[in-house]
């Protein structure tokens, strides 16, 4: 078997941060969100915020959110797959069952983050669907989800 373009543990720095950058992301998103539903229609605080979601979905969400899946599909291939001959269902029977819910959960913010996306679109075509509460709230989701992610991760629970 070649050697990897990079090792595991560069891989796995560079997915950590990646993820840090993505959930960062995440979280501030939602909180422009709130001023902007709490904001005068049109009004300077509306268009500003607006620009700087935009910005920060450019700069920061989708770079990140590539990076994150790239890397971590690396790593779950460099984690399970020690032999390249062996069959993929068998292969994929391997995994163990703290990597298939941390999986789940990374799909389901994958899924918040399309959802932000898409209300980003809305709330600058000028619909207001949620109030400040909900965007504040909704803000959390994702700090809750990086906590079940990480420990899953860090101590590989027998489930």
Known sequence: MQ???ISYDLARGLHII????????????????AHISGSQRGGELEQTLLAASKKLTAIILTPSIILAWALGIFLFATYLVSDWERPLPEIAAAAPHWL????????GLSGYHGFLLAEG??????ERRHSGRFWRIMGEVPFLVAIVVVLLATTKPDL
Not at 18 to 33: C, E, H, K, Q, S
Not at 100 to 107: Q, R, S, T, W
Request: proline fraction near 6%.
């Open 100 to 107: 298939l819910v941390k999986l789940i959960f990374v799909l």
């Open 121 to 126: 679109r809305r709330l600058a075509a000028g």
């Open 3 to 5: 050697p990897h373009l």
């Open 18 to 33: 990646a993820v840090m950058a993505w959930v960062a992301g995440l979280l501030i998103l939602p909180r422009y969100y």
